[in-house]
């Protein structure tokens, strides 16, 4: 199978991990936890994220707090892995752009475009937007009363000698690119907007890719551009590169291009348009899709500090205490901005979600199942029934048909959809106990001993649609689907494909005689009028 490589943005060191940084890394890692599930192989994927370390800002908090750049960038780097490891997140490597490994290649990667004069030297005026840390356009500029966009400061006008990457030369290949491959830019809207911005009249210029070193210790902070020490390479272009720089190693190298580089609305040009010119510059293939998702806001706000509304870590923790990590995992991948347009982080929305899918869903489902074993049956699961087809449920159909839509799904990055899949093979679960009452049956068994054949066959038809719809859920929830294995001696082996995995009452299903234990509850009911956590 082709490997697949996935990659989030990375993130400024200076910042505390929040809902943002969470959000896509936590969509990526259910993304790559599907595909190792998929194909039952986790060598084949490849999941990177990591830290974006030359900021100026990291030079300046660092004297701020009488520390070194490096000093600084390490332990902030450190917050970022933490907070990802609280997020049980599965990332195969973690890229900090100021690792040697990193600036090396990215050192090569310039040398290699100064040689085809895709950077050449020139010199630059502009309008600077410090808290971007990028050049605005005069027209932009001008639009916004040469006030920042974003944090509403004065933009400041600079020149300097400066490196230029020839943008303009790629402006026409990229289009014929994006116009060729209708998924390359996803979803469409974002597509829209970058095409609107591509084709004729628009006209792309070359953009600058250095800044001049001087005395100010912020500028000395980064890589220079080889050669010409006196410059070094503006920060986006070097954290553009850690995509690249992280896999291009002889062991890693098949992973080259990436399956999706998945980021946030607000850094689209960079990731749509500048990064791909970079690497048809360098004939390298590019990324098949670039997914730019929305943002959250909260509590139908957007997030500021000044509101004080901000979903930082510590407000996630608490509703992963309340609610459980996974309850959380569900919520982000379920309920997020993926659409395009901004999604409510809102605690009333999590409380419906979480009760309806989780504590209503497959936790009462399950409990529902293992009691009934545990009742009728002494809590060993039935023998297999030699018909899995009844009139209402053709079992073994309706599983196969879940797998596939969930892995077609997973494909096209539809991760709600795909967990969808087994969110509605429970609802057929509940539905079916609900028509086959097997309460009423296990009361007549006394009196007619042949039904019991018929309550064993309900019963493990309803516990292997449980199983099938937990291995659709556990890339979203892995803690809690493991623990249901256990409880029903199902833990899949490794390295089995999902589609054999899920084969009803094949060789991986759940074993007659088999231990069910009950357990507590999965998911514990939320009172929606409950305070939210703090
Ligand atoms: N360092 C650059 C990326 C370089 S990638 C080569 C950067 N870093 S960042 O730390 O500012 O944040 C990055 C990501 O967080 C972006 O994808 C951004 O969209 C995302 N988010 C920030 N706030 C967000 C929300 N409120 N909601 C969802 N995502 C948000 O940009």
Redesign the pocket.
């Known amino acids: 199978m082709h490997p697949y490589y996935i990659t989030t ?4 060191v200076n ?1 505390k991990p ?4 969470c ?2 890394t936590v969509l990526a890692d259910v993304a790559a936890r599907f595909q190792r599930l998929i194909r039952g192989d986790s060598s084949s994927v490849f999941f990177l994220t990591g830290t ?1 370390e030359h900021a100026d800002k990291v030079v300046t908090s660092a004297l701020e707090h009488k520390t070194t750049p490096q000093a600084w960038a390490d332990q902030n780097a450190a917050a970022f892995k933490e907070a990802f490891a609280f997020m049980g997140v599965s990332n195969n490597d973690f890229i900090r752009t100021s690792e040697p490994r990193h600036k090396d290649k990215v050192t090569q990667y310039i040398t290699e475009l100064q040689k085809t004069g895709d950077v050449y030297k020139g010199e630059y005026t502009g309008w600077y937007d410090v808290g971007q840390e990028e050049y605005v356009t005069e027209t932009t500029a001008r639009e916004n009363n040469f006030h920042s966009a974003i944090n509403k400061k004065p933009l400041v006008k600079r020149t300097e000698p400066c490196y230029f990457f020839k943008l303009s030369k790629y402006q026409q290949r990229l289009l014929q690119h994006i116009e060729l491959n209708p998924h390359f830019l996803r979803p469409d809207s974002r597509r829209s907007e970058v095409l609107g911005r591509l084709k004729p009249p628009a006209v792309l210029n070359d953009i600058p890719i250095s800044r001049p070193v001087t005395e100010d210790p912020s500028t000395q902070w980064g890589i220079r551009i080889p050669g010409d020490p006196a410059n070094r390479i503006y920060v ?1 272009i070097d ?2 590169f ?1 995509y690249l720089s992280t896999v291009d190693t002889p062991e890693r190298k098949q992973f080259w291009p990436p399956a999706v580089h998945l ?5 689209l040009w ?1 990731h749509a348009v500048i990064w791909p010119c970079m690497l048809i510059a360098m004939d390298r293939p590019l990324p098949t899709c670039v997914f730019g ?1 929305g ?3 909260s509590e139908g706000e957007k ?1 500021s500090k000044s509101l004080g509304n901000f979903i930082d870590l510590a407000k996630l923790k608490a509703y992963a205490a309340r609610y459980s990590l996974d309850g959380l995992r569900w919520y982000l991948s379920t309920q997020g ?1 993926m659409s395009g347009s901004d999604a409510d982080f809102s605690h009333a929305k999590f409380v419906e979600v979480y009760n309806a899918d989780l504590a209503n869903g497959i936790g009462n489902c399950a409990s529902r199942v293992s009691n009934m074993i545990a009742k009728y049956f002494d809590g060993k699961l039935p023998a297999r029934p030699s018909q899995s087809k009844t009139p209402s449920h053709d079992w073994p159909a309706l599983a196969s048909a879940a797998a596939k839509t969930a892995i077609s799904r997973i494909d096209s990055l539809d991760l709600a959809g795909s967990l969808a899949q087994g969110t509605d093979l429970i609802k057929q679960v509940d539905g079916y106990i609900n028509i086959t009452e097997p309460f009423k049956l296990a009361k007549k068994i006394e009196a007619e001993p042949a039904l019991r054949d018929q309550l064993a066959s309900i019963l493990y038809n309803c516990a292997e649609g449980v199983r099938i719809a937990s291995l659709l859920f556990s890339p979203a929830m892995p803690t809690k689907m493991a623990d249901l294995w256990n409880r029903w001696n199902c833990t899949p082996p490794a390295g089995v494909p999902l589609a054999e995995l899920c084969e009803w009452a094949g060789p991986h299903s759940l074993k007659p005689g088999a231990a069910i234990e009950k357990g507590d509850a999965l998911f514990m009911r939320a009172d929606a009028a409950e305070a939210p956590p703090t």
Do not use: Q, R, S
Request: overall charge negative.
């Open positions: 943005p990375i993130y400024y910042d929040h809902i943002g940084h959000y896509t974006d986006w954290a553009l850690n980021i946030g609305k607000d850094i960079f998702h943002w959250w806001i997030m901005p």
